[in-house]
């Protein structure tokens, strides 16, 4: 059994067991400490208590990313293909969150979901929504009419709504957090501020002989010259914006590609927050990849609205100038990215026209709660999506799971596209990460 060093900070490199000298060694080295790599972390360590475990986070905080800038909601399983990885997860997930959370005495509340059609073409699509929702096993669906909807949102109109009370909201960054202080509690080390920026088998050398390949793995954290080393046997990536790019420096496959989609939020003004009682959703239209505007009520009683999807100039560009040459060459240079473009062309410039203009966003507001204008909503909080891509532009659905062939990519577990619902779903992906881990590595 290999032994962590419980420390936490920079300069850390790691590596795999069995070492010879007194570095740090572990047996499974999950990177990234978003809600899916804690989650995953978590249930691994529960299984194989005996084994020693690390989570490497490359910020100096946990949930920093996606996990910490998502809308905090609690997702029913509505909208999924029946029988994906997306639907079936979706649904054991969130019940697994109202549990955990219960547990926890973690604040959540399910104030329900209502998606909304505003115009006579989006009525079937609505019922067709309804039969996949049932398809999925999701609790407590039904079709209601103008005068229900008014019942529940006052302030709304609609023609007809799909109901799906079960749905609800919960601020992540604290669940993600409890992961992690679960984790700890059971012997875990999280190592912060600790980036990968390579993979590579470990070599010895002896007195005796010539140098061996041993049956390590090295991340090198090069940010400071007298970083140390640490060793594991085995590595699960949950890198989520850095997905491909970690999967690449492993040797692994760069596809699916990843290109980050910024999301702005509008915030109604707290005087206003009274006119949204749950979650406000329109009917999603086929043509389109990305949902569309929303009304989402937060734990902390704000109101949140949107978002748009532009893309990001920058990996973790939360605000509208964030630029990186690097992550901008990388998105436009592939040839996924300029498919999906083209074949969106007016709606990209749409959404990029909305992003510029606050009446335009507010106008798409205004098919469902008529009351709102202008003057009673502020700019708000933005996320990235870390969108996986294939090289024909089609944007990947489901979950990605992969590994590679070689002294090193055999090691790993890569999840390469772990797209929303994968907060609601983050304990029940763990489940499935461990037992490909135990499938894959033997454990």
């Known amino acids: 059994r290999a032994s962590g060093s419980g420390r936490e900070g920079k300069g850390v490199g790691v590596s795999l067991w069995p070492c010879p000298s007194p570095r740090s060694t572990f047996d499974v080295a999950v990177v990234g400490a978003g809600i899916v790599g804690l989650a995953s972390a978590r249930e691994l360590l529960r299984r194989h208590p005996s084994l020693a475990f690390a989570v490497l986070e490359k910020e100096k905080e946990l949930a920093h990313h996606q996990s910490g800038h998502n809308s905090g909601v609690i997702h029913s399983g509505i909208y999924y293909k029946p029988g994906s990885l997306k639907a079936k997860l979706c649904v054991q997930g969130a019940a697994l969150c109202y549990e955990y959370c219960d547990q926890k005495g973690i604040p959540y509340k399910q104030c329900g979901k209502l998606i909304v059609a505003v115009e006579q073409d989006e009525i079937p699509r609505l019922k067709a929504l ?249 700019r708000g909080p933005s996320g990235v999506r870390a969108q996986a891509l294939d090289s024909d532009g089609n944007l990947v659905d489901d979950f990605v799971f992969d590994g590679g062939s070689g002294d090193t990519g055999s090691r790993i577990l890569h999840v390469r596209n772990a797209p929303s619902p994968a907060a609601t779903s983050s304990l029940a992906i763990a489940k499935m990460i461990a037992d490909e881990v135990k499938r894959r590595f033997e454990l």
């Open 130 to 378: 309804y039969e996949r929702g049932l398809q999925n096993n999701v609790r407590g669906l039904k079709l209601i009419g103008a005068k229900e909807i008014q019942a529940k949102e006052p302030f709304c109109r609609g023609l007809m709504a799909l109901d799906s009370p079960y749905t609800g909201i919960v601020n992540y960054k604290q669940v993600a957090q409890s992961y992690a202080e679960d984790f700890q509690e059971a012997g875990g080390t999280i190592l912060t501020d600790f980036e990968v920026t390579s993979m590579e088998m470990a070599k010895e050398s002896s007195s005796e002989s010539e140098v061996d390949t041993l049956n390590f793995l090295v991340f090198w954290f090069v940010f400071f010259p007298q970083g140390e080393e640490i060793y594991c046997q085995h590595i699960v990536t949950c890198a989520g914006l850095y997905s491909d790019r970690l999967s690449e420096i492993s040797g692994c496959s760069p596809e699916p590609r990843i290109v980050p989609f910024r999301g702005d939020y509008l915030v109604l003004k707290p005087e206003k927050c009274y006119m949204v009682k749950g979650n406000i959703y329109p009917v999603p239209n086929p043509q389109f990849p990305f949902l569309g505007f929303h009304f989402t009520p937060r734990m902390d009683g704000s109101v949140w609205l949107g978002p748009n999807a532009v893309l990001a100039f920058k990996r973790e560009g939360y605000r509208l100038f964030d630029f990186s040459i690097g992550d901008f060459l990388d998105a436009v240079m592939y040839s996924g990215l300029r498919k999906l473009v083209l074949r969106n062309l007016s709606y990209g410039l749409s959404e990029m026209y909305r992003a510029c203009f606050l009446s335009a966003q507010v106008k798409q507001l205004q098919k469902f709660i008529p009351e709102v204008t202008i003057n009673d909503v502020l």
